[in-house]
């Protein structure tokens, strides 16, 4: 328990006592949705996959809690893992608005003097709140799981602030001050794709390491994890995440 919001600590079977390597999990959910228990059930299945220890961060939202009490709580929870993590064995990762939470994250705990963590896994993000890139407009109805605009919990979310603040819409961050390694999925018919596509030209143009999966005909979240194509891509975030953990370890990727 931190104060305000609750993480949940889950590990898997099999690791080993010394394994330092936690992964800093933030939900989806358009910022209104996946707390309390799926917030927890959801972190059970990113540990097995990871093969890691997760910290899942099951922060505050709006309607009661606007913006910036989920960045604050993501805050909160890295601050704590920094205090029994060395960053190098810490990788956050979201997807959705977890996605803009990891980001954003990052770009806040830069600002405010804190260390990296050692790689950043981005699926999906929803990088811009403002909605302006192309894919808001191009998949419209093609994108199975957000049908139409998602501008109303974002302005829910937001409660007034400008939408296209850094904090709010990563995309708009100055990467050329420090971001780590990042991986970003995506699919052509998910309606974040522009969102997801322009993050990583602009981790790109920072000179940043990123990597960028997009996969055919996969609409938001891919294919909810029943296609062959779902267990590509996860295992290509796998793979990311152990070079980096190995990296900076100085060992070679884990199998």
């Not at 990788?91 to 806040?108: H, K, M, P, T, Y």
């Not at 990296?116 to 302006?132: F, H, K, Q």
């Not at 969102?195 to 990597?211: K, Q, S, Y």
Request: glycine share 12%; charged share 20%.
């Amino acid at each position: 328990d931190l104060a305000g919001c609750r993480v949940y600590e889950i590990t898997p079977s099999g690791l080993d006592d010394g394994d330092e390597r936690v992964y800093l999990d933030i939900h989806g959910g358009g910022f209104i949705w996946g707390g309390g228990e799926l917030c927890r059930t959801m972190a059970v299945g990113t540990a097995i996959r990871m093969a890691a220890r997760v910290w899942a961060v099951d922060y505050r939202m709006p309607p009661d809690h606007p913006s910036p009490a989920a960045l604050d709580d993501c805050l909160a929870a890295y601050r704590a893992l920094l205090g029994e993590r060395p960053p190098e064995r810490i990788i956050i990762g979201g997807a959705s608005a977890g996605g803009n939470l990891a980001a954003a994250l990052i770009l806040r705990a830069r600002d405010e003097g804190l260390p990296l963590p050692a790689a950043v896994v981005l699926m999906t993000p929803g990088a811009d709140l403002t909605e302006a890139g192309d894919s808001h407009q191009t998949n419209l109805g093609l994108d199975p799981l957000i049908p139409g605009s998602a501008r109303q919990s974002f302005l829910l979310y937001a409660a007034g602030q400008d939408l296209s603040h850094p904090y709010l819409s990563p995309l708009n961050g100055d990467f050329t001050k420090g971001f780590p390694p990042a991986v970003l999925t995506t699919g052509t018919r998910d309606m974040l794709l522009s969102d997801t596509v322009l993050l990583h030209r602009a981790l790109r143009r920072a000179g940043i390491p990123a990597e960028l999966h997009v996969t055919e005909a996969a609409g938001h979240g891919g294919f909810m994890g029943m296609a062959p194509e779902d267990q590509e891509i996860l295992r290509e975030v796998r793979r990311f995440a152990d070079t980096h953990w190995g990296a900076a370890a100085g060992q070679p990727p884990r199998a």
